[in-house]
């Protein structure tokens, strides 16, 4: 079951099930000049935090003897990946809750939200227009300090599936000649800018015409998940039956995540 969430999150587990708090640091204060005897100022650095911990959720299936000397399309064997699939499919539930809930931050202020700067809400469709005023929003991005330009640059554009011809539009380089500027769409394939797409299906359910960009993880700070150490991934055991004939499957995850940074997250509502 594909996990569309990876290439723009982070994954760090958790060595228990402890609420794990991930530090925010801003950047070193600016250098001063320093003359001849003269005293180094002294500087500040802020910082801020986000808490979350892990969750366990899981299921059992119970399977009669006879069912399992009946079963000749071998489906009982096929057990472990259907509930790998459905680990999978459970993560990015709770990967994708976060952009669609639009969660309260570690600041009191909702994830997307005009006093985080990463939010249209007048809304408007992709085009080359919208999608500049969105970089040029995650440009302006400042520290947590708001003095230090972050100058981030996006490198994701996360799209419901109704828009993803759109998006494939914008995204597709073509062998045209321009007339002028204005014509060149430089986040094409190819460019500078070219951006990577993600389309997924659970955005459809919340809007159906909102889009968002997301900056690489190796840049900032997005959305952080993990599991418990040493227990990657789901786990699985079985118990066979006594009173019963037959025996049950367990299928036990342990994992848990959370919205980071607003800052490499751009939210615009469509039109």
């Keep these: ?31 001063l000049p320093v003359g001849e005897g003269g005293e180094f100022k002294t500087g500040t650095i802020k910082d801020g935090k986000e808490t979350y911990k892990l969750l366990t959720a899981g ?20 057990l472990p990946a259907l509930f790998g699939a459905s680990a999978a499919r459970y993560q990015s539930d709770i990967v994708w809750a976060i952009i669609t809930s639009n969660p309260v931050m570690g600041d009191g ?15 408007t469709a992709i085009a080359i227009a919208s999608l ?6 995650m440009r302006l991005q400042k520290g947590l300090d708001n003095v230090e330009m972050l100058n981030l640059m996006p490198k994701y554009i996360m799209a ?10 914008y995204l597709t380089a073509t062998q045209v000649v321009f007339a002028k500027s204005s014509d060149v769409n430089p986040f094409a394939a190819g460019g500078d800018s070219q951006l990577k797409k993600i389309i997924e299906p659970r955005l459809d359910a919340n809007s159906a015409v909102s889009w968002y960009l997301a900056a690489d993880p190796s840049q900032v700070d997005t959305i952080e998940w993990g599991f418990l150490d040493g227990q990657e ?4 055991e079985q118990e066979m039956g006594f009173l019963v004939d037959g025996m049950q499957l367990k299928c036990r995850l342990d994992f848990a995540a959370k919205g980071i940074d607003h800052r490499g997250l751009y939210k615009n509502v469509g039109g």
Excluded: C, M, W
């Design 233 to 236: 991934g789901v786990f699985l």
């Design 160 to 169: 419901p599936a109704a828009l993803e011809t759109v998006v494939d539009q």
């Design 132 to 137: 500049g005023a969105g970089r040029a929003a």
């Design 1 to 31: 079951s594909p996990k569309s969430y990876e290439p723009f999150t982070r994954q760090n587990n958790f060595p228990d099930f402890k609420p794990k708090t991930v530090a925010q640091f801003g950047d070193a204060p600016n250098l």
């Design 59 to 78: 299921r059992i299936v119970a399977v009669s003897r006879q069912a399992i000397i009946n079963d000749d399309l071998d489906a009982f064997s096929r």
């Design 109 to 123: 202020i909702a994830l997307f939200h005009a006093t985080h700067g990463n939010l249209t809400a007048s809304g």
